[in-house]
């Protein structure tokens, strides 16, 4: 089973990334769950939210305690929010930064077995969305770091979903098929 725990802030689509990528892993026949934590519920206060995908059924119904993923969507988090809390031994860490994963991983006093990458979805959000939404490109390095499926069929089912909310605005389901790929493509951290 793999579990995620997403840090964000409050209208930066934590939970709804979280959601859309279980429902992907679901269309390929994974059991799924995706669930957020509240705490303040305002804009711009820090948000948890989890995933948890699986060949077999999921009989836990409970936070993720100790995940193998931890995806950051607001680097300002960093010192604010302990984001590695519990991570497991030889875990993945991504965050969305356009820093050099070596660099968040000094700044963070890392272990070297905490495989770190770092994405700068910010920019891409902007550039192909025209807004700053780092939860949709966050799926696209999620996908390289831990290889849910190949990029076609995950970009195929990201499809399939977002037409679910956007039919109505083809452009908004475009530019963040954009920003999917660019982001799986542009993860820096990866060896080869």
């Not at 098929?177 to 990866?190: F, H, N, P, Q, T």
Request: net charge negative; with cysteine.
């Amino acid at each position: 089973m793999l579990e995620i725990r997403w840090h964000g802030r409050g209208g930066q689509g934590s939970k709804t990334a979280s959601i859309l990528l279980a429902k992907i892993a679901s269309a390929t026949g994974k059991h799924i769950q995706a669930f957020p934590e509240y705490g303040p519920e305002r804009m711009g206060a820090p948000v948890l939210a989890y995933t948890r995908i699986s060949d077999g059924p999921i009989h836990l119904h409970c936070q993720v305690e100790t995940p193998d993923l931890v995806v950051v969507l607001d680097p300002t988090l960093i010192g604010t929010v302990d984001i590695t809390q519990n991570l497991k031994k030889g875990g993945n860490l991504i965050i969305n930064s356009d820093y050099e994963p070596d660099k968040i991983r000094d700044k963070l006093g890392l272990a070297a077995d905490v495989n770190t990458y770092t994405i700068d979805a910010n920019t891409i959000s902007e550039e192909e969305i025209g807004r700053i939404f780092p939860n949709t490109p966050m799926l696209g390095a999620i996908n390289r770091v831990v290889n849910l499926m190949d990029q076609d069929s995950f970009l195929n089912q990201a499809r399939e979903e977002l037409k679910k909310k956007f039919s109505h605005k083809p452009e908004v389901i475009e530019g963040n098929m954009r920003s999917i790929d660019m982001a799986y493509r542009e993860v820096k951290g990866l060896n080869g």
